[in-house]
């Protein structure tokens, strides 16, 4: 996305937090970014796509803040959980999203539902993945009951002890509550032998997500090569950057093709020093790139 774009979008998200998403006009965003009405459906088809675009924006600042937690940690590790979701709170918070979440929601735009709608499948997805990675493999069968226990316990209790607490709001305090119960839960339908959904229900929620082995090999070739093209282009000057970089994205090819578990906290690392490069952070490839690592 380039520079003048996502000003576009964080003028319209500041519009949206102050107006509404109903009562914030084209020509209201028009106005405050200082962008013609043909600029903007060169770059959005809609209003509705542009706040996707806001979402999206915050949404993928969020999971990059997210992922650096775990570079170089026991993903096991239940503390790096809760040091995420306290992210994930403060994230919200400052994004001041969850109004229009609300507002969405009692629309009757069905296309901004379903958009909302998949945006929770992917917490959920991501939830019973780092379940499965914190209380292991035999707790398999029961990961996606527990993790749309634990989204419900949050989004309620956040909810009710920020109206009975605020200003004195302790996000941490019901973090540790809630995964302290899914702790027991976890332990209680596992003995009691317990499941309502099954695990892989998930891959028809997100049937984007999930692919063969042979689909990802091919995207992440694809995607390599399309960003050493740029990389050569972009550091044809300065040979020391162009080559760390060409062995950061060998390293995460051999990662992946070599080894049948592959260390994901240095692949992250690997990624993180390729998308923070100032010749690459702001190009499409390095963005394919990351996506196509992310849906691993």
Not at 19 to 42: E, P
Not at 68 to 94: M, P, R, T, V, Y
Not at 113 to 137: A, D, P
Not at 189 to 201: F, G, H, T, Y
């Amino acid at each position: 996305m380039n520079e003048r774009k996502q000003l576009v979008v964080k003028y319209a998200h500041e519009l949206f937090i102050e107006k509404g998403y109903q009562a914030t006009s084209i020509q209201d965003i028009l106005d405050y970014s200082g962008i013609s009405k043909g600029t903007f459906y060169n770059y959005f088809s809609s209003k509705s796509e542009l706040l996707k675009a806001v979402f999206l924006s915050a949404k993928e600042k969020f999971e990059t803040e997210r992922n650096e937690l775990l570079i170089g940690q026991n993903l096991a590790d239940i503390e790096i959980f809760i040091k995420q979701s306290e992210l994930q709170i403060h994230s919200n918070k400052s994004s001041k999203l969850f109004s229009l979440y609300e507002e969405i929601m009692i629309s009757n735009d069905t296309d901004l539902k379903n958009f909302i709608t998949h945006v929770k499948f992917q917490n959920i997805h991501w939830l019973s993945k780092r379940f499965l990675e914190i209380f292991g493999n035999e707790k398999k069968p029961y990961i996606l009951d527990c993790a749309i226990l634990y989204s419900g316990m949050m989004h309620q209790m956040i909810h009710f002890n920020s109206l009975a607490k605020e200003p004195d709001f302790n996000p941490t305090e019901i973090i540790r509550y809630c995964v302290d119960r899914i702790k027991t839960i976890f332990e209680d339908v596992s003995r009691a032998n317990v499941q309502l959904l099954e695990p892989d229900l998930i891959k028809q929620w997100l049937p984007e997500f999930f692919h063969t082995e042979q689909d990802f090999h091919t995207a992440l070739l694809h995607s390599a090569t399309d960003l050493k093209k740029v990389i050569f282009k972009l550091c044809q000057d300065d040979e020391a950057e162009r080559v760390k970089n060409l062995k950061l994205i060998h390293f995460i090819q051999e990662e992946f093709l070599q080894n049948s578990d592959p260390r994901i906290f240095l692949i992250e690392s690997a990624l993180l020093s390729l998308s923070t490069s100032p010749k690459l952070k702001d190009t499409a490839e390095i963005r394919e790139f990351e996506k196509v690592i992310a849906n691993s």
